[in-house]
Structures are given as C-alpha cells and as structure tokens.
C-alpha cells in the first residue's frame, strides 16, 4: 500500500510540475488555465518591500566549463577562498522547473555576493524542462571543477557544505535532492511534498539535513502543501514561514531577488558557514522573521 501510494504521489507531482512549467511559460488555454495563471503571478509589490541585502564579494556569472547545461554565479575575486572564508556550494532549481534561470539572476546573484558558489540550470537545445538529474549533475560538476588543475576554482569550493534550494516545481527537486548524501540542509520555496499522506511521509523519511519551507501565505496555491510539509516532519530541524501578501511568486522578480533572497542567503550562511549572526533570522524566540508583523513562523528543533 505504502509503495503504491508513493507512486500515485510521484505522479501527481510529475503531473503538476508539468502543469506549472506551462502556467508559468504563459502556456494552457481556457478558463482554468488563465485563473491559474494568475495564481502563479501573484506576487509582493516592489513598492514598499524590502530591499535585497547584498554580501561583501562582487559577484561574476557565465556558463560552466565544459556543462552547457549549467550556469555558475561565484565570487570575482577568489583569493579569500579557502583561507579567510569558506565558498560551499548552493544549487538552485527553478520554478516551473524551467532550464532557464536567467529570470533567478538577480536573486542567484545575491547569494552568490555573501560568499558561495551557485549553480543552476541553462538553457540548452532540445531541452525544455529541467529536473532532478539537472541539479545532480551541478553538484558532480562542482566536484569535478574543483580538482581540475586549470580551473580558477580549484581546491576553493566547500564541498562538505552543499545546500540545494528552489521555487515552486523546484522545490519538488529540492525536496528530492535532500536525500542525497551529499546535500547538507535544502530550501523550499513556495512548494511542499506531493500526495496523499503515505507519499508525503516517503518523501519527508528520506531527508537527511536541516528544512527550511518559505511561502507567500494565503495568496499562495501553495501555502497549505508548504505547510502540511513543515507538520508532517519528525526528527530534523526545519523552519517554516508565512510572508503575509507575497503570494506564489513572492519576490523573486524583485530587484536582487528582494526578501526571498535574504531569507536564503541568511539559511545558507547560518547552515553551511555557522554565521551565528545570519541564524538570528530563524533561531530563538526572538528570531527575526518570528517577530517581524508580516509573517507567521514555526520551527522544530533549530
């Protein structure tokens, strides 16, 4: 029973995440298809909203060596690494699980200027979805290109602290990479575990790290998988939270990528660096977002 309800939910999430692909393409007709659009545009007005914090590196991108399916957002200047600062690795996957992360620049970039390599997919002839596989791929290129003796990132990326994250059908990746041995916490935003309760449990039972779940509250299709999500884990630590008004889309095509990307940069320098100053975003009963008016928090063993 619990095998065939993991595959009903596997499919389901196929399915939706196909769906999504073409909603946020601007693809599917009629009625349906255009109010759902519309929920996948909801978003928090740039008007008001804060501001994308930038880290301490400028910050240069282009495709990976050798890996046209990838791009890599890293540090212009490599020569703090790995001496006066640690560069792990963060691997992003989009939403709609679309290859092309040109949309996420701004945001990718912002993670990127605090201190980590990022990666993510590129758009490449003949494929038009991205998927698991794609974000697997990132982390062996990682690998790779840190012993590759011409590489400018040779022996400088922190590959005992990996994070993959990702938005809408990308957060179905993330959660599926967070299984990996290799991945040390993830980042899901504006997305959950897909199925009935059996598939969800499957999913949650194979996370190895630390869980951070972010969605646009009730503006958002997605807050209730996000947070049946954050209720059905156990045994790891996670984080759950509510920005009141962003919606599905929330701020990712803000400036820099707006207040989701501080939301990521300050999980991954807290999980992946031990910035105790970034953790005060997530931990405490006074944490940052847990006082902030414009969201509804919860966590579990932070």
Sequence with gaps: MQKTSLIVGL????????????????????????????????????EGAPLAIPGPYKVESGPAFESPGHVVYRPSDLTPFPGKDK?????????????NSTRYGGFLTTIASHGFVVMATARQEGVTRATADHLRAAIAWAETENKRAESPLKGKINLDKIAVM??????FMSLELGADPRVDTIGVFNSGAQGDAA?????????????LLINGHDRDFLQASSRATFDAIQKLPSF???????????????????????????????????????????????????????????????
């Design 11 to 46: 499919m389901l999430s196929l399915v939706f995440a196909v769906v999504i692909n073409a909603q946020e393409r601007g693809g599917g007709g009629g009625g349906r298809g255009a109010d759902f659009q519309a929920q996948v545009a909801t978003a928090l007005p740039v």
């Design 87 to 99: 560069l792990p690795l963060v691997v992003w996957g989009n939403g709609g699980c679309a290859i």
């Design 166 to 171: 990702g938005q809408s059908c990308g957060g």
């Design 199 to 211: 598939a969800v449990a499957a999913t949650i039972a194979k996370l190895r790290g630390p869980v």
């Design 240 to 302: 759950y939270g509510a920005r009141k008004g962003a919606g599905h889309t929330a701020t990712v095509d803000h400036p820099g990528g707006g207040e989701w990307a501080n939301v990521a940069s300050n999980w991954a320098k807290w999980q992946l660096k031990g910035d105790k100053a970034a953790g005060k975003m997530f931990v405490g009963k006074d944490c940052e977002l847990c006082k902030n008016e414009n969201w509804v928090t919860d966590s579990k063993g932070l």
